[in-house]
């Protein structure tokens, strides 16, 4: 046997880059990636055609955690070693055949044989070292790599062709879980920037991306797995939800994703929950955010009932944590925070009182498209924030911009209130609370040792304890952090073309699995 191929690159790269690196990618993005004269997005039945709410910032694998970019990607054109089932949370085998933990920190992966990368070469386990290696220890600032890895550092092994090792700096029990995160790309794949075009072991490949205009992925003939029904899938976007769902009801598209109920999708759409919450994430570092009965105040003030009800007409439900019910750590019990407008009103006025600049201005920063009724939300928000006495100024961004304000480090610009969409597609509360309640979190504004203490303390269980855990750590947030003033937890409404199968589920606003959608049988209808 070979010695281990050792890919550790030494001292771990803390993510500094991350806002940076995406709004550089829109601009590589000038001309078509892959020449191709026939361009054509007209019907065909071998054709799908979906319009999306935005473009893709990026198509790079390691960012396949951003929502945009991971409704492309993910499982169409690259793969990870494993997958966790959307229905049953379960992780199941994909590009690695098995893994087992065989030591207090290591984790040993068995790769599967036979598969091949879309441009013919063979995938082993030098391939998967390589592409675990550049996710988390490069100096690229992958999303995935803060997202679910956070300040880890990983050492690498491809023992032999079939056997990778992960070694991990403390035990940690759901390892597999966070590499079912990573896509896997090959060893050539570029190390010192993020790329236009990668090359997957998918059942699709990229065809051509026009910027700004569409993008087309095309059936990967060598797919070692299942081939796909559709030998092509077209995406467009359009900002408008109304729009997306008429271009499905003028059979100018097949699919046509997060829409609000009246988009007008009419029998076309079908509503689904999609894991995503959304909320308020507070800047509790700055004056006026950083007193506490401030940000009591703005949690009081969200009339979340009133939110569902009649701007999502019903498809959602108001929360009272920043995971779903199909999440290891849920809580049951925890009930969102009442509205209660007279109580923000006294709390602001107290606030005042005791010498808090009540009446500086507070950023509430929303994104375009970020899901049906952004605007009207952050209105109905900003409406009843200022009737409890602070001073609100709404401002919505696209993706790009608003990243910047989502991710670390952050602008150095004021209060800010940041709304935010999570769907914890991993399926346990460590990946939530590590990014967004740790006071280093990738996604977090601040937080405390001993809250800090007791997120190290739930991450070290396992079964039963671990829901327990997590559940007092989410209970607990509300009372010792307020970082949030939670919104609601979300439905999405899919419109699907008649010639189309497709039962979309929880993972569907992140990961559109085209290999999943087949024709449907029309017959029956004449």
Request: proline residues 6%; negative net charge; hydrophobic residues 35%.
């Amino acid at each position: 046997m070979s010695p281990a191929r050792s890919l550790q690159q030494g001292t771990r790269y803390r993510v500094v880059a991350v806002a940076t690196a995406a709004l550089t990618v829109p601009a590589l993005a000038a001309g078509c990636s892959v020449a191709n004269s026939s361009h054509s997005d007209a019907a065909s039945p071998d054709t799908l055609r979906i319009v999306l709410p935005q473009e893709p910032p990026t198509l790079e694998p390691c960012d396949a955690s951003l929502t945009s970019t991971g409704v492309v990607v993910r499982s169409n054109i690259t793969e990870p070693l494993v997958e966790r089932n959307a229905d049953t949370g379960d992780l199941e085998p994909k590009l690695a055949d098995s893994w087992e933990q065989t030591s207090d920190t290591v984790w040993t992966f068995r790769i599967r044989p036979g598969v091949t990368f879309s441009d013919g070469s063979a995938f082993d386990a030098e391939d998967a070292a390589f592409s675990i290696d550049r996710t988390v220890n490069s100096t690229i600032g992958c999303d995935v790599d803060g997202y679910v890895f956070g300040d880890d550092a990983l050492v690498v092994n491809a023992i032999d062709p079939s056997t990778v090792t992960v070694q991990t700096p403390a035990a940690d029990p759901i390892l597999p879980l966070r590499i079912s995160f990573v896509e896997m790309v090959p060893s050539t794949t570029d190390t010192k920037d993020k790329v236009r075009d990668p090359i997957g072991t998918g059942p699709y490949k990229i065809d051509y991306w026009d910027h700004g205009q569409r993008l087309s992925l095309v059936r990967n003939d060598t797919y070692w797995g299942t081939a796909p029904e559709y030998a092509r899938a077209i995406y467009q976007w359009r900002a408008e939800g109304s729009v997306r769902a008429a271009m499905v009801v003028n059979d100018e598209a097949e699919l046509a994703t997060s829409l609000g109920p009246e988009d007008g999708a009419g029998d076309l759409g079908a509503a689904y929950p999609n894991n995503e919450t959304t909320a308020l994430r507070i800047d509790g570092s700055q004056a006026p955010l950083d007193d506490y009965r401030v940000r009591e105040a703005i949690d009081l003030s969200v009339n979340r009932a009133g939110i569902v009800k009649a701007l999502f007409q019903g498809l959602g439900e108001p929360a009272g944590q920043l995971v779903g019910s199909s999440i290891v750590g849920f809580d049951p019990d925890l009930q969102p925070t009442p509205y209660d407008p007279d109580r923000a009103a006294q709390l602001v006025a107290e606030a005042k009182a005791d010498g808090v600049p009540v009446d500086k201005q507070i950023r509430l920063i929303g994104r375009t498209g970020q899901f049906p009724k952004i605007n009207e939300t952050v209105e109905v928000i900003q409406n009843s924030l200022s009737k409890a006495g602070l001073n609100v100024k709404i401002e919505m961004m696209d993706t790009a911009a608003q990243l910047e304000y989502q991710v670390r480090p952050y602008p150095q610009s004021g209060p800010v209130m940041l709304v935010i969409q999570h769907g914890n597609q991993a399926g346990d509360a460590q990946f939530t609370v590590d990014q967004y309640m740790r006071s280093d979190g990738y996604q977090s504004y601040f937080g405390t040792t001993g809250y800090d203490a007791q997120i190290e303390a739930a991450e070290k269980l396992v079964g039963a304890a671990r829901q327990d855990a997590f559940a007092s750590v989410l209970a607990n947030e509300p009372k010792e952090i307020r970082q949030f003033a939670y919104i609601a937890h979300m439905n999405g409404v899919l419109a699907k073309s008649p010639t189309v199968q497709y039962t979309p589920n929880s993972a569907t606003g992140d990961e559109m699995r085209l290999s999943e959608m087949t024709h449907a049988d029309t017959s029956a209808n004449g």
